[in-house]
């Protein structure tokens, strides 16, 4: 991690947790730790909210680079990001029971429709479902 990804832009407390929480988590993450993915999902398990889709776990996510955004939608921490293969990639945080901050989903920015869920002539992208974003 670069030491200006927190001097990047303002954010709150709540925020510099997740950001945090992403480093560690993208430490452990398969392609970056040099284990399988069983291993680490084992390994990432309290990470991991219950919702967290674990087939995104084959993503080849590596360090992050650049904070794009970070937004707070519906309870959700969404924090856009560059890793360090200059891929767009989507995390998301909500908050367990218990107050702790847990990733609900990792999701790489959809490259058939370049993120805008529209193909040509208005029509809905048919790889992300008009999300603008795979796995969300």
Not at 6 to 17: G, I, L, N, V
Not at 82 to 110: H, Q, T
């Amino acid at each position: 991690m670069s030491g200006d990804i927190f001097a990047s832009a303002a954010h709150s407390p709540e925020h510099d947790s997740c950001i945090r929480l992403l480093c560690e988590i993208l430490a452990l993450w398969p392609c970056n730790c040099g284990r399988t993915i069983e291993e680490c999902r084992d390994r990432l398990k309290p990470y991991f909210a219950s919702d967290f889709d674990e087939e995104a776990l084959v993503l080849e996510v590596k360090e992050l680079t650049k904070i794009k955004h970070i937004l707070d939608v519906k309870g959700q921490v969404l924090i856009e990001f560059i890793d360090a293969c200059e891929y767009d990639i989507r995390a998301g945080f909500v908050k367990s029971k218990s107050g702790l901050w847990k990733l609900n989903k990792m999701s790489p920015w959809c490259q058939a429709c370049f993120g805008t869920g529209e193909w040509l002539e208005n029509s809905v992208c048919e790889i992300c479902d008009g999300k603008g974003w795979i796995l969300t």
